[in-house]
């Protein structure tokens, strides 16, 4: 029925009814070129606004990735230096007792009798320095063993000036600081 509804508006022509058929059977609209390239102008608007974004986007990470970097680099170096500065706070007082065992030295080298009192000095000047750190000694000879506190090496019977559990003498002394055990004390316990 088509073909003869062609035929009539047409005509006898059959060359005519077969183009108008071919322009039907296409798709074809009735689209300019001119309507076509605006579309086409718009996806492409689109796409290198989206290609824009992920430029910046791109940008973007780049530099978070980089402050990320920095930050690193900074909190190493400050880890660093707050290590070292910890470690010259440490050792000051420690130089304080290299100088004065340098003089017990020297004035023990003149009088041999002169040298235990300097000595003596100069461990008490550490011990000073000890606790200006915060550093207290643990374990005195006659303290109640603590195995928190104490490590004992070995143990001796118990005599008439010691009582069991106590501390017999003390081979190193333990140290402590703000209830934080940093060496323990090596004794010997009465049993």
């Known amino acids: 029925m088509r073909d003869e509804t062609i035929q009539n508006v047409v005509g006898d022509d059959p060359t005519t009814a077969d183009t108008e058929i071919d322009e039907t059977e296409t798709g074809q609209t009735d689209e300019t070129p001119l309507e076509a390239m605006s579309e086409t102008e718009v996806l492409r608007e689109e796409l290198e606004q989206v290609q824009s974004e992920a430029a910046d986007f791109k940008n973007r990470f780049l530099r978070a990735r980089a402050d990320l970097e920095n930050y690193r680099r900074r909190a190493a170096q400050d880890t660093l230096r707050a290590r070292e500065s910890g470690l010259d706070s440490a050792i000051l007082p420690l130089l304080a007792v290299y100088d004065d065992l340098g003089r017990a030295l020297t004035v023990g080298s003149d009088d041999p009798a002169q040298l235990i009192p300097g000595i003596q ?36 019977p118990a005599q008439a000036e010691g009582a069991p559990d106590t501390i017999a003498e003390v081979m190193q002394t333990g140290f402590v600081k703000a209830e934080r055990l940093v060496r323990p ?6 049993q």
Request: proline share 2%; glycine share 10%; net charge negative.
């Open 185 to 190: 004390a090596r004794v010997v316990v009465f």
């Open 121 to 156: 000095a100069v461990r008490e000047s550490l011990k000073r320095n000890l606790g200006a750190l915060g550093l207290e000694e643990v374990g005195a000879k006659g303290d109640a063993f603590d195995p928190d506190l104490h490590e004992a090496l070995t143990t001796v």
